[in-house]
């Protein structure tokens, strides 16, 4: 009797040990080869970093001390045209000047309300955007201080065949 129970029980440890087996590689199969192996990516090693944003827009802003950037986190090709509109409180922010120096163009400011500046960037030539690459220089003044927003919204680039992409945006508090 005593015999048939060890046979049992060493039959149902290997049966449960294929079966873990099986689940790891349908589980690994399913990493890579659905999700192209994107879910290391949101692994995190400590508890601290669970709490860190790894996403960043495609268009965003950075505060350099002195003035307001605006920079791309993916790369675009053969952009023709940028468009973006920047939102802020305009009781204490003016803005002075947006230039580009890193991208030949002409910067129209379609729209030139109190606190909502609508910019249409035509570049001089098809140029390709990079990745981390500054697009805009933007001169602000602040009135008091106190902490304040700026936003982009509503931002897209046309290619070299004319049709437009739509961007994700962000913002910064300065």
Same mark, same amino acid.
């Not at 922010?93 to 379609?110: E, G, H």
């Not at 390709?128 to 680039?157: C, P």
């Given at each position: 009797m005593k015999d048939i129970i060890g046979k049992y029980k060493k039959r149902t440890l290997i049966n449960n040990l294929g079966i873990l087996a099986a689940s790891l590689v349908i589980a690994i199969w399913v990493n890579f080869f659905v999700l192209d192996g994107q879910v290391w990516s949101y692994v995190k090693t400590s508890v601290l970093e669970a709490g860190e944003k790894s996403n960043i827009a495609n268009i965003y802003l950075s505060n350099d001390g !002195?003035?307001?950037?605006?920079?791309?986190?993916?790369?675009?090709?053969?952009?023709? !045209?940028?468009?973006?509109?920047?939102?802020?409180?305009?009781?204490?922010? &003016?803005?002075?000047?947006?230039?580009?120096?890193?991208?030949?163009?002409?910067?129209?400011?379609?729209?030139?309300?109190?606190?909502?500046?609508? +910019?249409?960037? /035509?570049? %001089?030539? /098809?140029? %390709?955007?990079?990745?981390? /690459?500054?697009? +805009?220089?933007?001169? &602000?003044?602040?009135?008091? !201080?106190? &902490?304040?927003?700026?936003?982009?919204?509503?931002?897209?680039?046309t290619d070299s065949s004319w049709e437009k992409y739509l961007l994700s945006t962000s913002g910064i508090i300065f």
């Amino acid at each position: 009797m005593k015999d048939i129970i060890g046979k049992y029980k060493k039959r149902t440890l290997i049966n449960n040990l294929g079966i873990l087996a099986a689940s790891l590689v349908i589980a690994i199969w399913v990493n890579f080869f659905v999700l192209d192996g994107q879910v290391w990516s949101y692994v995190k090693t400590s508890v601290l970093e669970a709490g860190e944003k790894s996403n960043i827009a495609n268009i965003y802003l950075s505060n350099d001390g !002195e003035n307001i950037k605006v920079f791309s986190s993916k790369n675009m090709n053969g952009v023709n !045209e940028l468009s973006l509109s920047l939102v802020y409180n305009p009781e204490n922010i &003016t803005v002075w000047k947006i230039y580009s120096t890193t991208l030949p163009s002409k910067i129209t400011n379609i729209s030139n309300e109190e606190g909502l500046n609508t +910019l249409l960037i /035509q570049l %001089d030539n /098809q140029s %390709d955007i990079s990745s981390g /690459q500054e697009i +805009l220089t933007i001169v &602000t003044q602040k009135w008091q !201080e106190r &902490t304040e927003n700026l936003n982009i919204i509503n931002a897209n680039f046309t290619d070299s065949s004319w049709e437009k992409y739509l961007l994700s945006t962000s913002g910064i508090i300065f």
